[in-house]
């Protein structure tokens, strides 16, 4: 555990320091560093550190390091649903090294560079720092396991600085980069969806009325997606997911978490007018709440729910950047916050051993 805290630790010291000072130089060093430092760590981990790397991650490295013809590499790994990115990222890798931490190292790499400058992107609206902070002790863990989908994800968040300005081609073609590494990430179009629907006239109505409807399809959703397989929309490795009733996710701990988020978007945010982006994060948060009661259910649930989840990282900061809490003790509330992350990655991964990534490990062979 005291690897991945030292780590952090140091990771959000340059990039306040990056973030605090007017020297270009030193802005580009301290970022550098900051970004290049959690990669490291992700490179230098053992094989047992993430439940896929084992599974999957090793395997279709080594197939890459093996293969002759790229085109045949990414059809085999394609009948294998396994992204036409990700694959294409194993075969350049290999072309340089056949030692899969060097693969690592550049996955990692590449996530943490992407929810870097997707802060960095709408800075206007979030703190870098204080956004990593939300990164690395919520979701820096499950992606050293979700490799493939952890690249989804964030080229997603990264995204969402399209949804904002309303630029639907961009962000179409933004989600479709992100499906090419797992196709998972299609579901994301739905958040442009939402930004359109609760930010037009009447929102207060629309948003009631999308609230209604999402309780209604999150409670329904394995069961559609069953029926979306059944008359060929959608795969049928999806409905293999939605007969799969093992719990999982820790539901409770997710429900309790993000329910505490939602409770401070409704109740405790004081915005100054009808914030577009307060229409979006309220109900993209919603969404993380309904998606972990279901996850009681199928814990599969947690990772169609992470492209919301994530923007939890832009949210948490806004509103400590912005100090919209309605409460006298600012200061205070902030340090509540932090501490709850903390707590949140000290149960989750270090208690739960969610993704396999406690105890630290570095690599053996």
């Keep these: ?12 010291f340059f990039l306040y320091v990056s973030d605090k000072t007017k ?22 981990r053992d094989y047992s550190i993430g439940t896929d790397v084992e599974l999957y991650g090793n395997i279709w490295f080594k197939n890459a390091c093996y293969a002759n ?14 992204g036409i990115g990700y694959s294409t990222l194993n075969y350049i890798v290999a072309m340089f090294t056949d030692n899969a931490h060097w693969f690592y190292f550049i996955l990692n790499l590449i996530t943490n560079s992407f929810v870097y400058f997707g802060l960095r992107r709408n800075r206007d609206i979030c703190s870098i720092p204080v956004g990593c902070i939300v990164y690395y002790f919520i979701f820096y863990g499950i992606f050293l396991n979700a490799l493939r989908q952890s690249v989804a994800v964030v080229i997603v968040f990264w995204g969402f600085y399209y949804i904002r300005n309303n630029n639907l081609i961009k962000y179409i073609l933004t989600v479709i980069l992100a499906s090419m590494f797992h196709s998972t990430a299609l579901i994301a179009i739905v958040l442009y969806a939402i ?3 609760v930010n037009m006239k009447n929102s207060s109505t629309r948003r009631s009325i999308l609230i209604v409807c999402l309780a209604a399809v999150s409670l329904e959703f394995w069961n559609i997606v069953t029926v979306l397989s059944k008359y060929g929309f959608i795969s049928d490795r999806y409905s293999i997911y939605g007969n799969n009733l093992s719990s999982g996710g820790g539901f409770i701990i997710r429900i309790i978490f993000y329910g505490f988020f939602c409770f401070v978007l409704y109740f405790l945010a004081n915005y100054s007018s009808n ?42 900061s806004y509103i400590l950047k912005n100090n919209l809490i309605v409460k006298r003790n600012k200061a205070g509330f902030k340090i509540i916050m932090i501490v709850l992350l903390i707590l949140y990655w000290i149960v989750v991964f270090g208690i739960r051993k969610s993704d396999q990534i406690v105890p630290y490990q570095f690599m053996r062979r």
């Design 23 to 44: 020297n270009r130089a030193i802005k580009f060093l301290f970022t550098v560093i900051a970004i290049l430092l959690p990669s490291i760590l992700a490179g230098l």
């Design 1 to 12: 555990m005291i690897p991945y805290l030292v780590i952090f630790v140091c990771s959000i």
């Design 195 to 197: 930004h359109w629907f």
């Design 275 to 316: 914030s577009l982006l307060e229409n979006d994060f309220k109900i993209y948060n919603l969404i993380s709440v309904l998606f972990s009661v279901l996850s009681a259910r199928d814990a599969q649930s947690v990772r169609i729910v992470m492209y919301y989840d994530i923007f939890l990282i832009y949210y948490f």
């Design 69 to 82: 013809d790229y085109f045949e590499y990414v059809q085999h790994a394609m009948w294998g649903s396994i």
